[in-house]
């Protein structure tokens, strides 16, 4: 198994890391150290663990802010000297919710509960449930946009976009006669509004018109490029997240 641990303390780490090295319960073959919220994000935004070991607080922000830039659905047992959070964490695929300072026996009790649940628990019906409304089958799609250019509203409709990307603090839209303005949405809840058989969210900046797309290059079956048209200004290369290759490409060859 590939566990990931988001922690900055590099004591509590390596306390972890030595505990985990010691136990039977669960075979790890593989151990991530994220130190930051940054690097949480950059990691999971093209790669995947088989279980995710979360501290709340962190150097750079809350790890809770991690969920609102990237989806994460390996299960999280979160270890944190804060109480006052467990309920906010059971909203996401959380195992348990373990107190520090904590014991050998509090890790292994969490692990035997990740166990249980691994054992009698199949997650596809719910990953096939995700995947349906994240191509937005029971929801009513946007087929045009208001964007403001000077002091006026504009109407871009769905053929004339073509790409949403995030900069920042900002939404951006992108029409296809090169023309860019701020759109007052988050990248996450756009991609929730749109028509999925038009647009796809290839990584966790850019949702793209698949008639904006030139030209797909594979340099490898883990990193797939797209060449847009027109180019964004923002990025010289937009490659489709690791995870999402495959959906994507399957969208691409559907449409």
């Given at each position: 198994?590939?566990?990931?641990?988001?922690?900055?303390?590099?004591?509590?780490?390596?306390?972890?890391?030595?505990?985990?090295?010691?136990?039977?319960?669960?075979?790890?073959?593989?151990t991530v150290v994220l130190r930051s919220k940054k690097?949480?994000?950059?990691?999971?935004?093209?790669?995947?663990?088989?279980?995710?070991?979360?501290?709340?607080?962190?150097?750079?922000?809350?790890?809770?802010?991690?969920?609102?830039?990237?989806?994460?659905?390996?299960?999280?047992?979160?270890?944190?000297?804060?109480?006052?959070?467990?309920?906010?964490?059971?909203?996401?695929?959380?195992?348990?919710?373990?107190?520090?300072?904590?014991?050998?026996?509090?890790?292994?009790?969490?692990?035997?509960?990740?166990?249980?649940?691994?054992?009698?628990?199949?997650?596809?019906?719910?990953?096939?449930?995700?995947?349906?409304?994240?191509?937005?089958?029971?929801?009513?799609?946007?087929?045009?946009?208001?964007?403001?250019?000077?002091?006026?509203?504009?109407?871009?409709?769905?053929?004339?976009?073509?790409?949403?990307?995030?900069?920042?603090?900002?939404?951006?839209?992108?029409?296809?006669?090169?023309?860019?303005?701020?759109?007052?949405?988050?990248?996450?809840?756009?991609?929730?509004?749109?028509?999925?058989?038009?647009?796809?969210?290839?990584?966790?900046?850019?949702?793209?018109?698949?008639?904006?797309?030139?030209?797909?290059?594979?340099?490898?079956?883990?990193?797939?490029?797209?060449?847009?048209?027109?180019?964004?200004?923002?990025?010289?290369?937009?490659?489709?997240?690791?995870?999402?290759?495959?959906?994507?490409?399957?969208?691409?060859?559907?449409?």
């Amino acid at each position: 198994m590939k566990i990931a641990i988001i922690e900055d303390e590099l004591l509590a780490v390596n306390y972890l890391k030595d505990l985990l090295d010691k136990q039977n319960i669960v075979p790890v073959t593989e151990t991530v150290v994220l130190r930051s919220k940054k690097k949480a994000i950059d990691f999971f935004e093209n790669d995947a663990a088989d279980l995710i070991f979360m501290d709340i607080h962190l150097g750079d922000g809350m790890s809770l802010e991690i969920f609102e830039q990237v989806e994460l659905f390996a299960p999280i047992i979160f270890i944190t000297a804060f109480d006052e959070y467990a309920i906010r964490v059971f909203k996401h695929f959380t195992i348990d919710y373990v107190l520090k300072p904590f014991e050998e026996e509090d890790l292994h009790q969490a692990l035997q509960k990740f166990v249980s649940i691994r054992n009698n628990f199949d997650p596809e019906p719910l990953l096939k449930s995700i995947s349906t409304l994240r191509q937005g089958e029971d929801t009513e799609v946007m087929k045009r946009f208001m964007v403001r250019e000077g002091n006026k509203l504009r109407s871009v409709d769905e053929q004339n976009t073509a790409y949403f990307f995030a900069s920042g603090k900002y939404l951006f839209l992108t029409t296809m006669d090169n023309q860019t303005y701020i759109y007052d949405d988050t990248i996450k809840d756009i991609i929730q509004k749109l028509n999925p058989q038009v647009f796809f969210k290839v990584n966790r900046k850019f949702i793209i018109n698949k008639e904006a797309i030139t030209e797909i290059i594979k340099h490898s079956s883990q990193k797939v490029e797209l060449q847009l048209s027109p180019k964004p200004e923002v990025s010289d290369e937009v490659f489709i997240s690791k995870m999402q290759i495959t959906e994507c490409l399957n969208w691409l060859k559907n449409q």
